[in-house]
């Protein structure tokens, strides 16, 4: 099992960069493959970016990609979404999420989840 918390958001302005950061408790981080989904109010909960175990393979949602970057450090047993460019669209509640899988962008294929992290950007 592992437990994951969220960190890093805010308030920003259309245009800024922001950097989440979610940290992983236990001794397998390497074992699995994470992702950030992201939901605003009144609207499901949807898929930004996933990590595979090693790093080496990332894959986003066209809505995020150019201006989001995902990373991992296993060593620190942290996964790091930097954002540029954000937009007032991007508001939302983001969430990390592990899975078993090898890379996965659907919520119903992660198996754990953190309490998430509300990121607003104002126009």
């Known amino acids: 099992q592992v437990q994951l918390v969220e960190s890093g958001g805010g308030l920003v302005q259309t245009g800024d960069s922001l950097r989440l950061s979610c940290a992983a408790s236990?001794?397998?981080?390497?074992?699995?493959?994470m992702g950030w989904f992201r939901q605003a109010p009144g609207k499901e909960r949807e898929f930004v970016a996933g990590?595979?175990?090693?790093?080496?393979?990332?894959t986003y949602a066209d809505s995020v990609k150019g201006r989001f970057t995902l990373s991992r450090d296993n060593a620190k047993n942290t996964v790091y979404l930097q954002m540029n460019s954000l937009k007032p669209e991007d508001t939302a509640v983001y969430y990390c999420?592990?899975?078993?899988?090898?890379?996965?962008?659907?919520?119903?294929?992660?198996?754990?989840w953190g309490q998430g992290t509300q990121v607003t950007v104002s126009s």
């Open positions: 236990g001794r397998t981080f390497s074992s699995y493959a």
């Open positions: 999420a592990a899975t078993f899988l090898t890379l996965a962008t659907t919520r119903g294929s992660y198996n754990y």
């Open positions: 990590i595979s175990r090693s790093g080496d393979s990332t």
